[in-house]
DNA sequence: ACATTTGCCGACATCCATGTCGGTTAAAGT
DNA sequence: ACTTTAACCGACATGGATGTCGGCAAATGT
């Protein structure tokens, strides 16, 4: 656990750092309901009740992780997209951004992406909003090039694939964390000739 | 829950397949943690201290349920899959079998695929296992559609595609259960239009 | 008919997690 | 200096979940 040999007080806001610090580590490695109050406070070197000083309750502390990390990864995806060049261009770059925010911020991806504890009403809602604002902003910036294949933007069904592209590419970020000494660029290359030259077309 | 107006006892296999279904149930829509035995006792119309007379711990009935479930997946879509004919059609029966799967099985789809309850080891373990097994699966049977586009079939790259395609196609699958008034066969299209024709290629 | 098996359950022991309260004392304010 | 704020924590109350034990009685066998 974190060590504090220096036995003086931090201020509020430092201790709540290290709280949501913490709980994200936790959160993301053993998931919501397997991690206890206590593990966080050890883990942030504070005794269990410090953190109903910051959180009124384990579900809020969850709630606020998320919404911070949400916030980090829109900023890291959205600094990184090129605006402008060809449409394979902008598609590479975007999935880059992506292995680069799963690499820099594994347990942020976790957090986010890993479907679970969706048992709690509020949980799930606050999971849906994070999901469908990431939908509809990849399916704005893909909406010319799903048309060039024949799925209208405005249809129903674009979205199914919009999701099929986010899920899938996550599902290789997790593939990369069990199988880290392949490369990003080797990772980037392989999901473009699946998703933008497609299986059936031969080099 | 499940009513039993007719006291009259039932038989051990009996039993415990009410209780299997009803773990299913509510391990899938509730997640390993946030289900009681108690629960699944009741849904099983029985006391809780029966599930004890047929499974050791609430773990190793997960475990049980996941075999099953698994099995279940395999004999479905291995027994719909054709085998001959050209590649486009063997990948497009093979992600109809899937989608089909999804659709009679939803509970079945959830338990497996949704990444949770990995804190446990001996649970994370066996998750892995399927989820290996599946991989190699469907790799063998897109090896040489993956050469095509100048993926090898040896080297670690392929499995990360192999994995992309199967988050993806489960992404949709979940998409679909919000969505249910979506057509099957639109989805499978759609599916293949991104995996197979890519979004490079304009119609 | 009677004995044996076994499906079923109530009561108990134990553990662990969340959340509350009030006190203590280091640091900030003036 | 000395007052006030607020960071920190120990002890308690409460609730819920797992797993055990022993007994009752319905099916079953003979």
Chains 1, 2 share one sequence.
Do not use: C
Request: proline share 5%; aromatic share 6%; charged share 25%.
């Amino acid at each position: 656990m974190a060590e504090d040999a220096p036995k003086s007080r931090m201020r509020g806001p430092a201790r709540k750092a290290l709280i949501t610090a913490a709980a994200l580590k936790l959160f993301a490695s053993k998931g919501y309901h397997a991690t206890s109050l206590a593990e966080i406070a050890a883990e942030a070197g504070a005794a269990r009740t410090v953190m109903y000083d910051h959180f009124p309750s384990k579900r809020v502390l969850l709630l606020s992780v998320m919404q911070e990390q949400n916030a980090a990864l829109v900023e890291y995806v959205g600094a990184r997209i090129t605006a402008s060049g060809p449409p394979e261009d902008r598609m590479r770059s975007t999935i880059d951004a992506y292995f680069g925010f799963a690499q820099s911020k594994p347990a942020a991806r976790r957090l986010l992406f890993d479907r679970t504890d969706e048992d709690d009403p509020e949980i799930r809602t606050v999971r849906q909003g994070i999901r469908e604002s990431r939908t509809h902003a990849v399916a704005a910036l893909l909406g010319t090039d799903m048309r060039a294949v024949g799925v209208l933007p405005g249809e129903p069904i674009a979205e199914a694939v919009v999701e099929l592209i986010i899920t899938g590419l996550d599902g290789a970020a997790q593939w990369w964390e069990r199988n880290p000494e392949t490369s990003r660029s080797s990772l980037v290359e392989g999901a473009m000739r699946l998703l933008w030259t497609g299986l059936g077309h031969a080099r």
